[in-house]
């Protein structure tokens, strides 16, 4: 790592928290449609709505192109929003297939930062969502940043209030090494981080792994 203070976030979050082993899936195809789920969602119900999908075994590009919306919302009603998001799967459906014949190897073949801009280029598909997609299920380098990420990092000082997602993705590109699975690792022990101890409200700095943090 380039910058010692990122070294040192990294290092004490994988002592306390060990490996994470981030995305949860059995299939690149299952993290793009957890992906998307997870919008504005409980992780424990976005798993209800997978595994609805997975007892119907459903959950491959060739099946959800061919149900219906209506269908597929019905499915994945635990996720919330559910109408909204099966409009979203269906757009990326309709991309994979249009532009990659519904093979996410075609896909993971295309050059990176110009995949990048076409999937941002979908209805619905935000930034962390494209690039959770980009990292966990094509092995593309691209930090994935979130709410929790932000968080930490302001309350540290190590960005400003009015950081954009862009600026601080930036902030992790430069000061890590380009490794895919020192992204994937940072990225989720992050989360944990954010989960248990940097809350929005009321934070645990005291026995946070951060709390000492130079």
Request: glycine share 4%.
């Amino acid at each position: 790592m380039k910058n010692k203070i990122f070294f040192e976030i990294f290092e004490k979050l994988y002592r306390f928290f060990g490996p994470q082993g981030w995305w949860p899936a059995e299939s690149p195809f299952e993290v793009c449609v957890g992906a998307i789920l997870t919008q504005n969602a409980n992780w424990k119900n976005v798993e209800k709505a997978i595994e609805n999908l997975k007892k119907k075994n459903l959950l491959t590009p060739e099946a959800l192109y061919q149900l219906s919306e209506r269908e597929l919302a019905e499915l994945i009603k635990p996720s919330g929003f559910y109408n909204l998001k099966a409009k979203r799967l269906k757009n990326f459906l309709k991309f994979l297939f249009e532009n990659y014949q519904g093979d996410l190897k075609r896909m993971r073949e295309e050059n990176p930062e110009i995949l990048r801009r076409k999937l941002l280029e979908v209805k619905g598909l935000g930034l962390e969502t494209v690039d959770s997609i980009l990292l966990y299920a094509l092995d593309m380098p691209f930090f994935v940043v979130d709410a929790y990420t932000y968080r930490i990092l302001f309350r540290h000082g190590l960005c400003p209030e009015e950081t954009t997602y862009e600026e601080l993705q930036n902030i992790f590109h430069e000061n890590l090494e380009r490794d895919i699975e020192l992204y994937k690792e940072f990225h989720a022990l992050l989360v944990a981080c954010g989960k248990i101890f940097c809350k929005m409200k009321e934070p645990l700095c005291e026995p946070c792994p951060l709390s000492e943090l130079r």
